[in-house]
């Protein structure tokens, strides 16, 4: 009767997501511009968060307790995100360029705006491959470099990136079109099915009578399974030539005909690291260290995993330091 009564009660439970308030101030398609309200923001240069194209933002910005945004906010950062929203099978020739242009508007926009010279990326995940890309190619915009959970030396042996070399994305494209949000989320399980299946519904049961344990359950996994489709032309790509070819750590990578060199990256540049990252894990962005220029470069590291990296409690003394590092350098 008791598990009965527990099962009713989480039923009931409204988990809400993203906690800060904000504004959209540009939409182009899919994609959107937003603005975060926030406290009075003394510091001089903003800071854009450019989120993975295959997950959902609001990771970031979860809730209350764990939330980067706020951590930002409260700092009296300007905080801005773009939101690459919900592709259909009709925006499947969207490429991994179009990403690039629109973090392109965007910065002009911010740079417009708050009449800087330049903007600080936040780059989570693939979002962080976007960042590093948009650095290399338009150094002269960007005034700090964040990197949160990166992989960009994909030869790693991680179960992830080992079945990603084996597929054919093509074939897949092919067939399907888009890549849904469902297929990534079986291959993200597969990777840790113990841990990220029983272990993680075990502990659920053994916290069925703790109203705040289940309320937060629920909310990551609201975020979990809310994952958007990836564009067929995008998925081969970075599919291709990331994992297959790995063009991106050795300089090969091009955009427009133009090379992404990582030597050109010289600002200050932040790099935060899960260290049980079973997605990306640490030694996949280590040699990003010895390819750039920056003289002004951290690692700061955390005994969490990928996501756990922006909502465990446990990463709060390591976020400190980020959030003081970015707004020593946003001055």
Known sequence: MKFLNNVKNILKIDAKVGCSSYDVVHEDWLFKLLHFK???KTLRYPVLVIYAYINRPYVMDLYDEVSIIRKELNANLDVWMIDWGYPKQADKFI???DYIDYIDFCVEYIKEARGVEK????GYCLGGDLAIVYSALYPDNVKNLVIQALPIDFRTDNALAVWARNIKPEK????IGNVSGDILNFAFLIVDPIRLILSKYQGLLENMDNEKFIENFL?????????PSIPAETFKEYIKEWYHENKLIRNEYFVKGKKVDLKKINMPV???VAEKDHISPPESVKPFFDKISSKDKLLLSVKKGHIGLSTSRAAKEMWDKAIEWIAKRSK
């Open 119 to 122: 903007v600080t990326l936040h």
């Open 38 to 40: 926030g406290k009075k």
């Open 270 to 272: 932040l790099v935060l």
């Open 172 to 175: 897949i494209t092919d067939a």
């Open 95 to 97: 490429k991994i360029e």
């Open 219 to 227: 909310r990551m996994d609201k975020w979990i399974f809310d994952s």
